[in-house]
C-alpha cells in the first residue's frame, strides 16, 4: 500500500518554488514554505498570490478558493519548520554545494521516514543523496515550469533510491493530477537531454549569424508546430540557467553538442540574462515582462521593393509538393503551368487540386467562385519547353542530386533570360543546382513544408552567387501567395532540419541506451515541452528512411560527431522498419 502524504514542505520559493507550492495547497495538503530571508519570503508569496489572482480572473478559482489555498500555506525563514512534514522538496538554485547543504541539514531536521526530493533539472540526484544519512529516501522530483499549468513530472531514483519510496512518489505525482515518466539519474534527464542539445545549436546559429533570432524562431513555430521559438525560450528559461544546465550535461557527457556556445557567457557577463533583466536575445517593456519591444536587430517592417515582376510560374514535378505548391501560387492568383512525366501524371496533379479545392469549399474555407478562378489558374502538360515564358520555375522532382542537375541544366537552356530558378529542396546544396547552369545568381532555394496548401513558412535559400535581386524577388513572391519568408544560407538542413534533426537522433541515442522508452520520451516532450508530436511520433511519420538520409547529410556537410546518425536507426532501415508507410518503424501500425 502506497504511502499517504498530508503534509509537505518546499524550499525555495523562487517562481518554480512558488509554483510546486501552489500544486500542493490546490490538492488540499498544508505546506511548509522556507525561503533564506523575510525578502524572499515576501517575493515567494506574491507569486503565489499572483498566480491565484489570475486563476480567479479566469474563472479557475473563486475568491473563497484562492483565500482557502494560500492559508494552507505557512511561510517561513527557517528549516527546522521542516521538522513534521512527510515529504520535502527543495527548489533552490541548480546549485550542487548548495542543495547537498540543504540536504544535509534536513536530515538532521526531519524524522527519518520523510522523503527528502529534489527539484534539480539537471543535477546528480546521487551526488545530493549521498549527502544525507537516508540516500534510500532521496529521489527527483522535477516539475516543469510553471509548474500548477505543466502536467510532467519527471521522477529521478539513484541507484540506491529504495524501490517503495519511488512507488509512492509516483502515486503522489498521480494524485496531484501530473503525468509521471519515472528514469535513471543522468544528466538532463528526457526533458532536458533533448532540449538543451536543441536550444544550444539554435544560439549556435545564432551567434554565427547564419539567420536572424525572428527567422529562427519563426521557423521552428511555423515548420513544426512548436509553442515557442528557442532564443525566445531561452530568454523565457534564462540563459544563466540555460549555461549552468548545459556545462553540468557536458560534464557528465563530454558531447560537444551540450558544450555552452560562447555567446551564453558573453551575454551572461553582460547582464543580458532574458526576461528576468529585460534583455536577452530579445528586448522587452520591462525586467520580467513578456511583452518583446522593437531594438537595433528589430528587422525593418517596411515592405521590399526592388524585385523582378513575377505574373507566371512554372512547377516541375507531380508529387504531394509540387501538387500543393501548384495550388497555393493558383489561389494567389498567378497564373501556373506544371510540367509532369506522362499524361496520367498531368491529369493526377489536376485531379488532385481539384479534390483539395473542392474540400476547402465544403469546409466553408474558399468560395466556389474563388475555387473556379484558381482551377482558371492551372494548366500542364509533359514538355519542359512550355515553361519557356514563366517568370520563375519552382522544381519539386525526387530528393537526388544528380536528377536535379539534369533538371537545372534544362531549365537554363528552356527558360526565357531574367526567370528565376528555384529548388524546393529540403537537404541537398542549392549551389550545386545553380553550378548546373550558365545563370548562378538567378538560381535560389524555396523550400516549402508538406503539406504546403497548409504550412505557413518557405525557407527561402540564396547561395553565395545568388543575386540580392533575385531574393527580393523570391521574398515578395512568397508574401503574394500569403506565406511567411525566413532567410538563411546554403548549408545541409537550412533552418528547420538543421535543428530538428539532431534533436530526433538524440532522442533515438537515448532509447538506445535503454535510458528510457519510447513512449516516455514522446511524453516528456509532449507533456513537458509543449510539442505537438513526440519524437518517436514524428520519425515514423516521416520516415526512417528520409530521416537518416538527412542525419546522413548533416553529419557529412557539419563532421560533428553528435550528428553522425544513431546505429538503432540505421538498423531499422536495413529492416525495412521505415515508418507508418511501411507499417512498422519505432512503433507498429494497424
Known amino acids: 500500500?502506497?504511502?499517504?502524504?498530508?503534509?509537505?514542505?518546499?524550499?525555495?520559493?523562487?517562481?518554480?518554488?512558488?509554483?510546486?507550492?501552489?500544486?500542493?495547497?490546490?490538492?488540499?495538503?498544508?505546506?511548509?514554505?522556507?525561503?533564506?530571508?523575510?525578502?524572499?519570503?515576501?517575493?515567494?508569496?506574491?507569486?503565489?498570490?499572483?498566480?491565484?489572482?489570475?486563476?480567479?480572473?479566469?474563472?479557475?478559482?473563486?475568491?473563497?478558493?484562492?483565500?482557502?489555498?494560500?492559508?494552507?500555506?505557512?511561510?517561513?525563514?527557517?528549516?527546522?519548520?521542516?521538522?513534521?512534514?512527510?515529504?520535502?522538496?527543495?527548489?533552490?538554485?541548480?546549485?550542487?554545494?548548495?542543495?547537498?547543504?540543504?540536504?544535509?541539514?534536513?536530515?538532521?531536521?526531519?524524522?527519518?521516514?520523510?522523503?527528502?526530493?529534489?527539484?534539480?533539472?539537471?543535477?546528480?540526484?546521487?551526488?545530493?543523496?549521498?549527502?544525507?544519512?537516508?540516500?534510500?529516501?532521496?529521489?527527483?522530483?522535477?516539475?516543469f515550469n510553471p509548474a500548477p499549468v505543466m502536467k510532467l513530472v519527471e521522477i529521478v531514483r539513484s541507484v540506491v533510491t529504495e524501490p517503495d519510496v519511488v512507488a509512492d512518489i509516483?502515486?503522489?505525482?498521480?494524485?496531484?493530477?501530473?503525468?509521471?515518466?519515472?528514469?535513471?539519474?543522468?544528466?538532463?534527464?528526457?526533458?532536458?537531454?533533448?532540449?538543451?542539445?536543441?536550444?544550444?545549436?539554435?544560439?549556435?546559429?545564432?551567434?554565427?549569424?547564419?539567420?536572424?533570432?525572428?527567422?529562427?524562431?519563426?521557423?521552428?513555430?511555423?515548420?513544426?508546430?512548436?509553442?515557442?521559438?528557442?532564443?525566445?525560450?531561452?530568454?523565457?528559461?534564462?540563459?544563466?540557467?540555460?549555461?549552468?544546465?548545459?556545462d553540468t550535461m557536458y560534464k557528465q557527457s563530454r558531447d560537444r553538442l551540450h558544450a555552452p556556445t560562447p555567446i551564453f557567457k558573453q551575454m551572461i557577463t553582460a547582464g543580458l540574462l532574458g526576461r528576468k533583466t529585460g534583455r536577452g536575445f530579445y528586448s522587452y517593456e520591462k525586467a520580467d515582462s513578456p511583452v518583446v519591444i522593437a531594438d537595433p536587430q528589430t528587422p525593418s517592417s517596411e515592405p521590399l521593393s526592388g524585385g523582378r515582376t513575377v505574373d507566371s510560374v512554372g512547377v516541375v514535378g507531380s508529387g504531394t509538393m509540387a501538387t500543393g505548391?501548384?495550388?497555393?501560387?493558383?489561389?494567389?492568383?498567378?497564373?501556373?503551368?506544371?510540367?509532369?512525366?506522362?499524361?496520367?501524371?498531368?491529369?493526377?496533379?489536376?485531379?488532385?487540386?481539384?479534390?483539395?479545392?473542392?474540400?476547402?469549399?465544403?469546409?466553408?474555407?474558399?468560395?466556389?467562385?474563388?475555387?473556379?478562378?484558381?482551377?482558371?489558374?492551372?494548366?500542364?502538360?509533359?514538355?519542359?519547353?512550355?515553361?519557356?515564358?514563366?517568370?520563375?520555375?519552382?522544381?519539386?522532382?525526387v530528393e537526388d542530386l544528380s536528377v536535379k542537375r539534369l533538371l537545372f541544366a534544362e531549365l537554363d537552356a528552356v527558360c526565357k533570360?531574367?526567370?528565376?530558378?528555384?529548388?524546393?529542396?529540403?537537404?541537398?546544396?542549392?549551389?550545386?543546382?545553380?553550378?548546373?547552369?550558365?545563370?548562378?545568381?538567378?538560381?535560389?532555394?524555396?523550400?516549402?513544408?508538406?503539406?504546403?496548401?497548409?504550412?505557413k513558412l518557405v525557407e527561402v535559400v540564396s547561395t553565395v552567387a545568388t543575386e540580392a535581386e533575385v531574393e527580393t524577388t523570391v521574398l515578395q513572391l512568397t508574401a503574394r501567395i500569403g506565406k511567411h519568408a525566413v532567410r538563411c544560407g546554403d548549408r545541409a538542413g537550412f533552418i528547420v532540419n538543421a535543428l530538428l534533426f539532431p534533436y530526433l537522433n538524440d532522442a533515438v541515442r537515448m532509447l538506445e541506451a535503454h535510458y528510457a522508452t519510447s513512449e516516455d520520451i514522446d511524453s516528456a516532450m509532449k507533456v513537458g515541452c509543449g510539442y505537438p508530436m513526440g519524437p518517436f511520433e514524428l520519425l515514423d511519420v516521416v520516415g526512417l528512411d528520409v530521416s537518416l538520409a538527412i542525419q546522413r547529410v548533416l553529419y557529412l556537410e557539419f563532421r560533428e560527431p553528435g550528428f553522425a546518425p544513431a546505429p538503432l536507426l540505421e538498423h531499422l532501415v536495413t529492416a525495412g522498419r521505415l515508418g507508418r508507410k511501411t507499417g512498422k518503424g519505432f512503433r507498429e501500425y494497424a
Open 1 to 143: 500500500m502506497t504511502r499517504e502524504f498530508k503534509r509537505v514542505g518546499v524550499v525555495g520559493l523562487g517562481t518554480m518554488g512558488a509554483g510546486i507550492v501552489e500544486v500542493f495547497a490546490r490538492q488540499g495538503l498544508q505546506v511548509v514554505a522556507v525561503d533564506r530571508d523575510e525578502e524572499a519570503v515576501t517575493r515567494g508569496r506574491g507569486h503565489l498570490q499572483t498566480s491565484t489572482g489570475r486563476a480567479v480572473a479566469r474563472g479557475k478559482l473563486t475568491e473563497q478558493d484562492a483565500a482557502t489555498l494560500v492559508d494552507r500555506v505557512s511561510f517561513n525563514t527557517e528549516l527546522k519548520a521542516m521538522a513534521d512534514v512527510d515529504l520535502v522538496v527543495e527548489a533552490v538554485p541548480e546549485n550542487l554545494d548548495l542543495k547537498r547543504s540543504i540536504f544535509a541539514a534536513l536530515d538532521e531536521i526531519c524524522p527519518p521516514e520523510t522523503i527528502l526530493a529534489t527539484n534539480t533539472s539537471s543535477l546528480s540526484v546521487t551526488e545530493i543523496a549521498v549527502a544525507t544519512g537516508r540516500p534510500g529516501k532521496v529521489v527527483g522530483l522535477h516539475f
Open 170 to 246: 509516483e502515486a503522489f505525482a498521480a494524485a496531484l493530477g501530473k503525468t509521471d515518466v519515472t528514469i535513471g539519474d543522468r544528466a538532463g534527464f528526457i526533458a532536458n537531454a533533448l532540449l538543451f542539445g536543441y536550444l544550444n545549436h539554435a544560439a549556435a546559429m545564432y551567434e554565427s549569424h547564419y539567420a536572424s533570432r525572428e527567422d529562427i524562431d519563426a521557423s521552428m513555430k511555423l515548420g513544426c508546430g512548436l509553442p515557442m521559438g528557442p532564443l525566445a525560450l531561452l530568454d523565457l528559461i534564462g540563459l544563466d540557467t540555460a549555461y549552468e544546465i548545459l
Open 325 to 397: 505548391i501548384v495550388e497555393v501560387l493558383a489561389k494567389a492568383g498567378l497564373d501556373v503551368h506544371y510540367v509532369a512525366r506522362g499524361a496520367d501524371k498531368v491529369a493526377r496533379v489536376r485531379n488532385a487540386v481539384e479534390r483539395s479545392t473542392a474540400k476547402a469549399v465544403e469546409r466553408g474555407k474558399m468560395s466556389p467562385a474563388d475555387r473556379d478562378g484558381a482551377l482558371s489558374h492551372i494548366s500542364g502538360s509533359s514538355e519542359l519547353a512550355d515553361l519557356a515564358q514563366v517568370d520563375l520555375v519552382v522544381e519539386a522532382v
Open 417 to 455: 533570360p531574367g526567370a528565376v530558378l528555384a529548388t524546393t529542396t529540403s537537404s541537398l546544396p542549392v549551389i550545386e543546382c545553380a553550378a548546373a547552369t550558365s545563370r548562378p545568381g538567378e538560381v535560389i532555394g524555396m523550400h516549402f513544408f508538406n503539406p504546403a496548401a497548409v504550412m
